[in-house]
């Protein structure tokens, strides 16, 4: 049994040291250097070339890099049958939670405002808002929103959060469905997307919101005449579901974001701010808006970082209870899509 790696460019030789140290008896074939591709029974994999997964007859499990796999299920020509299993790792968990605290906190505590002051040289007070009176809506109750979830309301902060199944959680409004949508929307005075991209999520603050939202609620106009296509109008409409002057932290992925609509709301004021970590196209084009908006904190896709040392435990546990006949763990649900 071989396993294939196929890194980011410039972290293949930490993920092979850790690997390593995990199973040391390990064969591996670190792309492109694959050796016989008959061998290669597993693969470790981000951004595989598109086809490049069928060329191993023998392949019997794709282990994704990352959490989200929409890099895998975007290959039209992924083989067929062949398990997905998605990262699950302390430290992504542990980074993404980090990150999203900071976000929301960084809102909370207004330092865009106090950022522009400083530039402007003004010595003023904002009123602190407590955290109980602060509403966070987390879209994404799964691995890395339920523990955002729980170290939010850790700090008091009133939290919501909204899936596609019913969830419990301790001190958590759980919302799910296309019905809870707009209600939770509503009560939503911070948003952190940490959605996976499907076919379902994808444009996720417009068509499904606009389905669920009450007559009279898309009073937000983006005002761009003929170029408004139905799909910006939609996006429009779930952005005017927010609160007055909500922010917004997007971590999932770019594409649940209608982009024109989401500056429209941020000149309206009906978006106050924004943390913006994944973009519809990455690298951000340097004509990007995103990168001189003064309103928009914005970081080049990390918001958290698979970290090689622990998730090579986990892929390497996760091989064992394949090769043992047990189920494996975390394993995508095709017809879902994460
Ligand atoms: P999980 O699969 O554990 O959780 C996904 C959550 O989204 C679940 O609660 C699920 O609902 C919910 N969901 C999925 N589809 C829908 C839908 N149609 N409507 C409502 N809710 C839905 O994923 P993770 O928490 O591990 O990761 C989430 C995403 O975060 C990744 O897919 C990736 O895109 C992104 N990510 C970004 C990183 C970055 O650096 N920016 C780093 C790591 C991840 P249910 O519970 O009912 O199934
Ligand atoms: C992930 C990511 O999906 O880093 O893990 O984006």
Known sequence: MALLLKTEAGRGDSWRRALLAADPGLDLRQWPEVG??????YALVWFPPKGALKSYPNLKVIFSIGAGIDHLASDPELPKGVPIVRMVEPGLTAGMTEFVLMSVLYHHRFMLDYAEQRRNKVWREIDQVPPWDRRVGIMGLGVLGGDVAEKLVALSFDVAGWS?????????????????????????????????????????????????????????????????????????????????????????????????????????????????????TEPLPPESPFW??????????????????TASQFVIDNIRRHQAGQPLLHVVDPDQGY
């Open 164 to 280: 596609r199944s019913p969830k419990d959680l301790p001190g958590v409004a759980c919302f799910h469905g296309p019905d809870g949508f707009i209600p939770f929307l509503n009560r939503s005075d911070i948003l952190v997307c940490l959605l996976p991209l499907t076919a379902e999520t994808k444009g996720i603050l417009d068509a499904r919101a606009f389905a669920a939202l009450p007559e009279g609620a898309a009073l937000v106009s983006v005002a761009r005449g003929p170029q408004v296509v139905e799909a910006d109008l939609l996006a429009a409409r779930a952005f005017a579901a927010l609160p007055e002057g909500a922010a917004l932290v997007s971590v999932g992925r770019g594409p649940h974001v209608v982009e024109a609509d989401l500056l429209a709301a941020l000149e309206t004021g009906r978006l106050g701010a924004a943390t913006l970590d994944v973009f519809q």
């Open 292 to 309: 001189d908006h003064p309103r928009v904190v914005l970081t080049p896709h990390v918001a958290s970082l698979t970290i090689a040392k």
């Open 36 to 41: 016989d591709p008959a061998d290669i029974e």
